[in-house]
Nanobody
Framework: VQLVESGGGLVQPGGSLRLSCTAS????????LGWFRQAPGKEREIVAG????????HYKESVKGRFTISRDNVKNTVDLQMDNLKTEDTAVYYC????????????????WGKGTLVTVSS
């Protein structure tokens, strides 16, 4: 499977952005999907994940209530709606996929997109 992100950009604190990731290849619906981010000088971290069926989601504690992950298994997309953005959300955001939910959330997924930059600044 291949992943391509879109939707990054510059936004003021308190604003919103929606990231989208389009997956191509076979059996996309059998992959758990997620969004990770890496800020300058920091390690890459999971932001949100969603299981193959969409029944299970996982969020980084600091984004709960502000970010929402969703997927469309017909369009083969996974979106991240980001509201009430903060300066500390500034990072390169990566879409990721793995056949195993636990690997996506707790280890390192097998498939990565190239990333899209989100800058939160006034």
């Amino acid at each position: 499977v291949q992943l391509v992100e879109s939707g990054g950009g510059l936004v003021q604190p308190g604003g919103s952005l929606r990231l989208s990731c389009t997956a191509s290849g076979s059996a996309v619906g059998s992959y758990a999907l997620g969004w990770f981010r890496q800020a300058p000088g920091k390690e890459r971290e999971i932001v949100a994940g969603i299981s193959e069926s969409g029944h299970f989601t996982h969020y980084k504690e600091s984004v709960k209530g502000r970010f929402t992950i969703s997927r469309d298994n017909v369009k083969n997309t996974v979106d991240l709606q980001m509201d009430n953005l903060k300066t500390e959300d500034t990072a390169v955001y990566y879409c990721a996929a793995d056949r195993t939910w636990g690997v996506l959330v707790f280890r390192s997924p097998a498939v990565w997109g190239k990333g899209t930059l989100v800058t939160v600044s006034s």
